[in-house]
């Protein structure tokens, strides 16, 4: 069974940081990808970033490229996403998931190529 535990959560302000961990278990971490998502209040829930498990692969969505940068360790199946710069339009529910990667060149970044969900952590940048 897939299980994946989102947190790193909290208050901070415009121009501050944040490291939010996904700890991740039940899947072979090599043959699968894990995505960071958030969704703002009222907004729909968009791609931030993605890893590929198999090589290290990434992706960043344009608005966070630059600012936030994932990692993985595969050893303790934890995906990090380290947050600077941030900004109040980033606050947001933080979820990661993480979905079977069929094709090597390609790190899944759309909602719906993902299968499995953990509970979101909240993140809340202050102007």
């Known amino acids: 069974e897939v299980q994946l535990q989102a947190y790193g959560g909290g208050l901070v302000q415009a121009g501050g940081s944040l490291r939010l961990s996904c700890a991740a278990s039940g899947f072979p971490w090599d043959d699968y990808a894990i995505g960071w998502f958030r969704q703002g209040s009222g907004k729909e829930r968009e791609g931030v970033s993605s890893?590929?498990?198999?090589?290290?692969?990434?992706w960043y969505s344009d608005s966070v490229k630059g600012r936030f940068t994932i990692s993985s360790d595969t050893a303790k199946k934890t995906v990090y996403l380290q947050m600077n710069s941030l900004k109040p339009e980033d606050t947001a529910v933080y979820f990661c998931a993480a979905t079977y990667q069929a094709v090597t060149n390609y790190v899944p970044r759309e909602e719906n190529e993902y299968d499995d969900w953990g509970q979101g952590t909240l993140v809340t940048v202050s102007s």
């Open positions: 890893v590929s498990g198999s090589d290290g692969s990434t």
